[in-house]
């Protein structure tokens, strides 16, 4: 949070929620060729969709900040 202004904050939480959601991604791969097991890696889908929510709730509270 040590970017100067707004834009700048949005824009990189807006890669960290792509980043978050490429995470996902690979998981849901991992599960699928037997690297993750399903219990773990439903845990960590839940958790990245947490994040998610986290980071939007910062984009968001950032950008009606005056």
């Known amino acids: 949070m040590t970017r100067q202004t707004v834009k700048d904050k949005t824009h990189f939480l ?3 929620r792509g ?5 996902r ?7 699928e060729i037997g690297y993750i097991t399903s219990e773990l890696g ?3 889908l ?6 998610s929510k986290m980071i939007n ?3 968001t509270s950032i950008n ?3």
């Open 14 to 16: 807006v890669i960290a």
């Open 19 to 23: 980043s978050c959601a490429e995470l």
């Open 25 to 31: 991604t690979q998981i849901y791969i991992g599960m």
């Open 42 to 44: 439903k845990a960590w």
């Open 46 to 51: 839940e958790e990245t969709r947490e994040i």
């Open 57 to 59: 709730g910062l984009i």
């Open 64 to 66: 009606q900040t005056p």
